[in-house]
Nanobody, 121 residues
Framework: QVQLVESEGGLVQPGGSLRLSCAASGSFFNIKDMGWYRQAPGKQRELVGTISSTGITNYADSVKGRFTIARDSAANTVDLQMNSLKFEDTAVYYC???????????????WGRGTQVTVSS
């Protein structure tokens, strides 16, 4: 069974930094895109950023220049480095990956359970 497991989020002051990690486990052939989404209270889930299997990144305008996504394809992990955090970055952050399981011929979208990031003074 394919799973994505995120590291714990936390409480950070405005202007601070936090790093999230996510690891894919289970039996699968390949991973295409990996990335992060977030959902703030009362809002829809939104893209934070993604990284392709070749390392091409894509970020939401709201996090460009502050957040960085990195990927270790050998370890099947994806990290989200968040700098200059703002109050409005408070949300549950979800890891995402497009994975082809060994018992399937097609790629599916997989999600972590989510981890809370709170920016507060």
């Amino acid at each position: 069974q394919v799973q994505l497991v995120e590291s714990e989020g936390g409480l950070v002051q405005p202007g601070g930094s936090l790093r999230l990690s996510c690891a894919a486990s289970g039996s699968f052939f390949n991973i295409k895109d990996m990335g992060w989404y977030r959902q703030a209270p009362g809002k829809q889930r939104e893209l934070v950023g993604t990284i392709s299997s070749t390392g091409i990144t894509n970020y939401a305008d709201s996090v460009k220049g502050r957040f960085t996504i990195a990927r270790d394809s050998a370890a099947n992990t994806v990290d989200l480095q968040m700098n200059s955090l703002k109050f409005e970055d408070t949300a549950v952050y979800y890891c995402y990956a497009e994975i082809r399981p060994r018992d399937s011929g097609v790629y599916g979208n997989y999600w972590g359970r989510g981890t809370q990031v709170t920016v507060s003074s």
